[in-house]
C-alpha cells in the first residue's frame, strides 16, 4: 500500500466521523420512530380492544341477564319450548315464539331471536314474520348454528360470540349473538337453546339502526384510519367500511386461521409493500362459538414515511457536515502541509550537509516550535560538524570517532600493536637555512601525502614529533595482520616519499623504524584533555630502530618479523645496539617487492645524504 | 263433594259396555324408565337454574287397550288431578277423552295449571285452596303437559286416549287391564319422554293374558 498522506488521511477520518455519527443518528431515530408508533398503536389498540369490550358488556349485560332469568324461571316458556320440540308441529312451535316475544319485549329492541333444539336445529317458526335482519332464515347463519349445536351440552349455560349472515341485499353481516341454553332444572337435562342476534352495532354502519352506545367509556381518540379495527371471523374481516386489500386478507387469514389467540398477541403481516402490525384478541376464547377476533389492523405506511423523511433530512444534514468538515480540514491540511513540506526540505539539506538552511517560521503554534526547534537543530547540527572537522584534524578519525561514540574514556588496555616512527634525514641541517615558512610548507606537504599512505594501510596516525611521524596499527582496532600492514605502509612511504622527490621542490629522505609488542593503548592525559596513544617499550624501540635506519631504508624488530610471515622479504642486519637496550636487537630490512633492496637515489641534498647510522 | 263421587261411580258404570259375561283380562308389567336426574349443581352451569328437588314420585307407564270402541255419548266423566305438597297428584293421570278433569288446589297457597300442548292448551289462572277448582275438559287425544308457572318442580301428564281400556302401572311397573272385550286390538304402553311400546293382542271371552314389556 502507498504510504497515505497526512492530508488524506485527516479527510478520511473526518469522512469516517461524520459517516459514523450520521449512521448512528440514523439508527436511533428510526428506532424510536418505530418504537414510538409501536407503543402509539399498541396502546391504541388495546385501548380499542378493551373499549369494543367493555361497550359490548354494557350493551349485553342486561340482555344477558333478562335471557338467564328468562330461561331458569319462565316455566311457561320451557313448557312451551318442552311443547315444541316434543310435538315439533308448527302451531307449537309458533306458540313458543309468541311466548318468547311476549317475554321479551323489553329485551329484544332490533335484536332477531330464535330456539335451537339440544342439536342446533333452529325450531323455525312456519310464519316468518317479516323482520329484515332475521338472520335465522338464511341458511349460512343455520350452518353456523349447527355448529354451536354439536358442542352445546359442554359449555357454559351462557355464551357471547360472533356469527356472519348475508343481508337480504347480499351482504355480510355480523351479528352478535347472546346463546343461553334451556336447561331443565329437574333433570339438567339440555332441552334446547334461546339465541339472540343483534347486528354488531359499532361495526356495522346500516345507517338505519340507533345503535345502544354505553355511555361512561370515553372513546379514545383515534386519528382517522389509522387503526382498522374489525372483527375477524370464519375467515373474513368484519369492520366498519368493510373491507380490507386483498392481500392483507389473505395475510390474516394465515396468521390467525387455526389459532385461538387467547392472549392479546401482536404480530407483523407483510403483504406485498404495505406492511402491518396486527393487534389480535380473541372475542370469546373459552365458548363453543366460531372463534372470532378482534383485530386491530395498523398500517406501517405512515411510520415508515415519517422515517423516511428523517432518513432524507438526516442524510442531508450529513452531507452537509461532512462538506463542512472536509473543507475545515482542507484549511488546517494546507495550514500544516506546508510548513511541512518545508521541514522536509530542511531535513533533506541537513542530510546533504547544508546546515546553513533555514526553515520559515510561520507563527507560535505547534508548528512554528517546530520550525523554530529545527532551526536551532540545524544550527546545533552545523557547530558539532565543525567540531567534528576539527577533531578530525587534530585526532585520528577512528579515534576522534572513539571519542565521539564516548567509547574512549581516561585509561587504556593491553594490546599487541605495532608501532611505526618515520623521521626525515638531516632535516636539522635541511631546515637551519630555510626560513620558517618554508619549512612549515615543506612539511605540510610531507605530511600530508604521507599521512594518506598511513591511512590507507589502516595505520592510526599517532602524533607528528617535528619532522617525524609515529603511527599506530592495531589499536585503537586490529585489523589481524596489523604487523604487515605496518610494514607495507612503511614500504609505501619510501616509495610514496621518492615519487614526491619527483614533483616536489624539495627532495627528502626518510628512514623508518618498526616495533611490535603488548603495550598499553588508551586515551592518556588529563580528564580535560586526552590524548590516545600507546605507550611501552616497543614504542621506544621503534623510535630507535627509526634513528638507526639509512636514508630510504626500513628497520623492524624481531617480533615484526615474526608476524611477516613470508609475507614480505626482509634482510637481516647485524644486532643493534641501542641506547636503553641492555642486549643487542636483532633488526631486520624490508625489502621492497621484487628481491631487490631498496634502490636508494643519490640525494641531492649533502646533508641529507650523508646521515650516519650509529 | 260425596255426591260426586258416586256421579263418578255411575258414569264408570255407564261406560262399560257390558258388565255381564265372562271379560278378558291382560295381567304383565313394563319396564319402567328411571327418573333421569343428572347430579344437580354440575360445575358447567354458572349462571345455573335454581337446584330443585326431583319428584319422589317414580315414573310410571299408562297401559292401554287400543282399538275400536263406541264413541261416549254420555255426559263427560269428571276425575281430579290436585295439586298437593307442591306435586300434581297422580302425576300421570290416563283419562278418555271426553273426560273432564278438575284441579283442585289442597296446598294452602296459589297454584296454577297451564298447558302449552297441543292436544289442549289451557291456562286456568291461579286459584286457592277454597276457591272452585277448575276443571278442563280433554276432548282430543293426545298427551297433555301440565305445569304450574309458580312452582317450577311441577309437572304433570295427562293422557287424553280414544279407548275405555288403560290403567297405570304401579311403581314396579306391574298392571292389570280387567273387564276387556273380545277382539283384536293393539295393547300399548306409554312411557314418559313420549316411548310407546305396544303389542297386537287378540283377546276371547274369559282369556286371560299376560304380556310383558321388557326394557331395552
Redo the contacts between chains.
Sequence with gaps: MPPLSFRFKLLLAMMLVVAGATGTALYVSQQSVRETYQNLFEQQSRAQIKYFTSLQEARLSFIKEKC?DL???S??LR??L??AL??G?A??VN??YT?ADDELRDVRRDAAFVFLDAKGRVLARSKPDGRPGDPADRPRFQQQLALIGREMS?????QVGVLAGETPEGRWQLQEIVVTKV?D?????TLGALLLAFPVPDLWSGGKRKTTRATGAPRPALPSGAIKFGIWLDGRFYSRDDTIPEPLQAGLAEKISGHLWQEQTDFLIWPDTDPHRVFVQALNPVSGLPAAHQVCLYSLAEARAVQQELQTRILIFGGLTLLGALAISLVLTHGLSVPLRELVTGTNEIQRGNFAFKVRVRGRDDIGRLAASFNDMAVGLALKEKYRTVLNLVADEKVAQQLIDNQAVLGGELREVSVLFCDIRGFTALTQTMPPELVIDMLNEHMTALTRVVKRHHGVLDKFVGDSLMAIFGAPVSHENDAINASTCALDLILEREQLNNTSRHQLQIGIGIATGTMVAGCMGSADRLNYTVLGERVNLAARLCSHANPGEAIIDQTTRERLGDAITVTPLPALILKGFSENVPAYELQQAGGTTLLRRPIKTPAAATVPRT | MAATFTKVLLLAALACPCLAGAQAVIEGSVALLR??????G?A?????????V??SEPMLAVVYLEGQFPAVTNPPRVVQMAQQNLRFLPGVLPVRKGTVVEFPNQDDFYHNV?????AK?FDLGRYQKDEKPAAQLFDKPG?V?V???????M?GTILVLETPHFTRTDTNGIFRLENLPAGKFVLKAWLDE?RVLERPVELRDGARLRIDFPGK
Design positions: 338467564l330461561v331458569n324461571k316455566v311457561r313448557a312451551a318442552q311443547a316434543e310435538e308441529e302451531e307449537s306458540l313458543l311466548r359442554a359449555h357454559e349455560q351462557q336447561v332444572p329437574l333433570t339438567h337435562q | 327418573p333421569r336426574v343428572e347430579p344437580a354440575a358447567r352451569y354458572s349462571g345455573s337454574a335454581p337446584v330443585i326431583a319428584s297451564f298447558s302449552y300442548s297441543k292448551r298427551v303437559r305445569n304450574c308457572e309458580i312452582h317450577q318442580q309437572r313420549g
